[in-house]
């Protein structure tokens, strides 16, 4: 079994900053992509940005910018640093990782239970 577990949201200004976390542990043979996802009320749940193993990185348009997202693949940990943040920032952030397990050699699609971050004045 592979788990994420995020840390890192809370309510914080506009044009503040917060950084996310999200490590993984279980039976991990090795994790490829890792990314942040975000889904706020009423609204489908949308990539954010992700990092390949080898550190290529891709971010949606509107936080192009203001958010880098980095890994260290030793901790299996990805990081998501938000800067310049909007109200419209504002939702569940999520976690998600391709794992191949090890012992069984499955590859799995896995999420963690997400974190909210509230961009408010």
């Known amino acids: 079994q592979v788990q994420l577990v995020e840390s890192g949201g809370g309510l914080v200004q506009p044009g503040g900053s917060l950084r996310l976390s999200c490590a993984a542990s279980g039976s991990i043979f090795r994790i490829n992509a890792m990314g942040w996802y975000r889904q706020a009320p009423g609204k489908e749940r949308e990539l954010v940005a992700d990092i390949t193993s080898g550190g290529s990185t891709n971010y949606a348009d509107s936080v192009k910018g203001r958010f880098l997202i980095s890994r260290d693949n030793v901790k299996n940990t990805v990081y998501l640093q938000m800067n310049s943040l909007k109200p419209e920032d504002s939702a569940v952030y999520y976690c998600?990782?391709?794992?191949?397990?090890?012992?069984?050699?499955?590859?799995?699609?896995?999420w963690g239970q997400g974190t909210l971050v509230t961009v408010s004045s």
């Open positions: 998600h990782a391709g794992v191949l397990q090890g012992g069984t050699w499955r590859n799995l699609e896995v």
